[in-house]
DNA sequence: TATTGTTATACTCTATAACTATA
DNA sequence: TATAGTTATAGAGTATAACAATA
């Protein structure tokens, strides 16, 4: 049975977006954990990168995250020496994240560890299937407001 | 910079994956919470519907869950009326839960709230790029063992 | 003694609210 | 008085461990 329309739960977007995702996120976690980071450090560090944002607090808002959040983030990172407080000469308030080289090292490392992720999920897909999905996956990222370059 | 091999933390399928799957789960989770229910008590309902698991233990296996929790989705489901629990007369130890007539409708509602949030969510893509979505996503599914039938 | 389900407890992640310092 | 960041606290979600019933 399957819903009078013949739409089953399991074969919507939503499902398999969500289930995929979490398994992906997990395995993610499980290569980080060797560098004592998770998903979310490796997130603020590669919008650092982006040089999308500079105050914590618009880190927060563009990782829909609370601010309080963002500080224990920075706080692990910067022990890490991946990144550098920077109080605001003219606005003394805020905080400006710099990602340092050792940060930028550490993204690298990490950013290598999801390729690999990558190669392991399409295995069995063709080059051009996976940079179809690849594609389709970054239109409805930016659609949907998150980062996508 | 985007470590020496040019690739992005951002285009990699294991963050496109897993930041859309976060943002689709929350949604549906905003559309169940009328109801009662998490994704979890629907993946338990679609879990039974298609008649793989019966005994709670089966369940929390397929579902890569603690048994525990299968308890309290239960409990819930139960108490909606959308599942009832029957002693196994052969092993009396074994729960089986079965689908109730109102756990199918339940079940037929939230997959159309589901099927709601694809269509926003592929709203500027063609049928045929949606359905190639659709097609990849299940491969990925099926074989790293999550349910896509 | 081993297994199923349950209950009790603890842990992880994250948000909200209270607080400090600057503005 | 309002805002950036921080700290303290609380809540959601889930797992682990102890327990009860049955095998």
Redesign the pocket.
């Known amino acids: 049975m399957e819903g009078m329309n013949g739409v089953k739960l399991t074969s919507t977007l939503a499902f398999r977006l969500g289930t995929l995702g979490a398994v992906m996120t997990e395995r993610f976690?499980a290569r980080l954990a060797a560098h004592g980071l998770?998903p979310?450090h490796v997130g603020l560090l590669a919008l650092l990168e982006s040089g999308t944002a500079t105050?914590?607090?618009?880190i927060a808002k563009l990782m829909?995250?609370?601010?309080?959040?963002?500080?224990?983030l920075?706080?692990r990172l910067e022990e890490l020496g991946a990144v550098r407080?920077e109080r605001d000469p003219m606005?003394?308030?805020?905080?400006?994240l710099a990602l340092t080289e050792e940060g930028r090292e550490l993204l690298a490392t990490c950013t290598a560890a999801a390729a690999e992720l990558d190669t392991e999920l399409t295995d069995g897909l063709s080059p051009e299937e996976t940079e179809a999905l690849r594609i389709v996956l970054g239109t409805l990222a930016r659609r949907n407001g998150l980062p996508a370059d």
């Open positions: 976690s998770k979310k105050s914590q607090l618009d829909n995250v609370a601010p309080s959040l963002v500080v224990s920075a706080d407080r606005d003394r308030r805020r905080q400006t």
